[in-house]
């Protein structure tokens, strides 16, 4: 699965064309309005569809989603108190999450029940924030094992990425690196009944 900030929009592949024929005349889309547009309740979104500087197409991504990781079987819980930890029960609510993109390979992860985002501090610890700030946004890059990691654009240049231990603790930015089976995640789109 792709990364939900990397989600190409295939209307634009055609069949081939008939030689006989010549191919229709497109109108290239309209500008969009800005990279960000905000919510009445301030919550910020990728507008649909938006081409990024040639790139490829983003999408706003509400359905719910759980991070699952290659480390120790646990999804990504995002808990009201502020906690971040794994969870084995596929059940439990406060492991789905909406993942949005707001740029280019850049998304913002908020647990659907807990209503907080995903947050790393400058000490590299995860928490769950009640405002999204700039401790709030990761880098998601799918990587050649096919799974996909989330390095936290704020302190990239420390290279600090999310991740859960065997034991479904947070691992802390600082002891993270590209190779770990605990910086792994396989994102799980859930039908929008739950």
């Not at 190409?8 to 500008?31: G, K, L, M």
């Not at 439990?92 to 995903?118: M, N």
Request: aromatic letters at 8%; proline letters at 8%.
């Amino acid at each position: 699965m792709l990364p939900v900030s990397l989600v190409h929009d295939d209307t634009n592949i055609r069949p081939p064309q008939d030689t006989d024929h010549p191919p229709p005349v497109q109108t290239p889309p309209a500008e969009p309005q800005g990279p960000l547009r905000m919510m009445a309740d301030g919550e910020a979104f990728a507008a649909a569809d938006r081409v990024m500087d040639g790139g490829p197409t983003l999408r706003d991504y509400r359905r719910p989603t759980r991070l699952y990781c290659m480390n120790g079987g646990y999804h990504l819980q995002v808990l009201p108190d502020g906690t971040v930890q794994g969870q084995r029960d596929e059940q439990d609510v406060h492991t789905v999450l909406k993942l949005q993109a707001v740029d280019r390979g850049c998304v913002v992860i908020q647990g659907t029940a807990a209503e907080r985002y995903l947050a790393m501090s400058a000490e590299g610890r995860l928490y769950a924030s009640s405002t999204l700030t700039d401790e709030c946004y990761f880098l998601e890059k799918l990587e050649e094992n096919h799974y996909n990691t989330y390095q936290s654009q704020k302190y990239q240049d420390n290279s600090w990425y999310v991740g859960l231990k065997k034991n479904g603790r947070t691992k802390v930015g600082p002891r993270t690196h590209i190779g770990q089976k605990a910086v792994f995640f396989i994102p799980r789109q859930l039908d929008d009944s739950i």
